[in-house]
């Protein structure tokens, strides 16, 4: 069992980082369609804020660097989605514990402890159009692949193909939670801004994680 150290994942928070500038136009574009037209920036603030901390002294453990990660993500993302990721955040720094390293069946608890965080902090359930449609199945999907003997590379691949398609299925949801909601059935046929930014997430993880 390869360890997942704590210079790959430092990668990976870099990498999610990259893939939110990149798509931050994209992400806004869904947001104004079903809500106040700022997810992409609002990420792409703190995320461009969580890049300067790992420029200006970078966390030496995986608890660290969530740790640090969430805290700048609360106090500069504002909106829903700031808390929501910052507690993600936090909450995967206190399943990582203090070592300086993660093997696949803890990196997968920590991912699991992020779902957990966000389903605390924003009582979502499956089918409310909201990041967790994305996550929880991807969340699934790493541990049942880990379960099943895969490799990370590989349990990591079906994780992005369960948030991809957990997306997807957004579409046609009718939003339960958060701004989208106020719209009521007029929310169905827009594909859930937070879902798409979670996912990325897991894409940055396969792309830096898999080796
Ligand atoms: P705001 O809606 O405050 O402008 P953002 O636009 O940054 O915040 O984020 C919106 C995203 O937050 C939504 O697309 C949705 O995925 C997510 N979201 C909103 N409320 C909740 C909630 N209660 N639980 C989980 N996710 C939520
Ligand atoms: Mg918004
Ligand atoms: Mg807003």
Redesign the pocket.
Known sequence: VTAVENAALTAWIREFARLIAEAKERLTEL?SA???A??GS??DRGLTAVVAMLDAEAPDTPGQLFKRTGMTLVST??????P?YGTAFLRMAAAAGAGSSLDPPEFAQVLRAALEG?VA????VAG?????DALAPAVDALDAALAAGKSLGDALAAAVKAAEEGTAATIPMVAR????SYLGERSAGHQ????TS?TMLFTAAATTLSG
């Open positions: 947001d079903i809500g106040d700022d997810h609002n990420l993302v504002g909106g829903a989605s700031g929501l966000v902090r924003g009582k979502a409310d159009k909201t990041m967790y939670k958060g701004r989208a859930d801004p937070g879902a979670m």
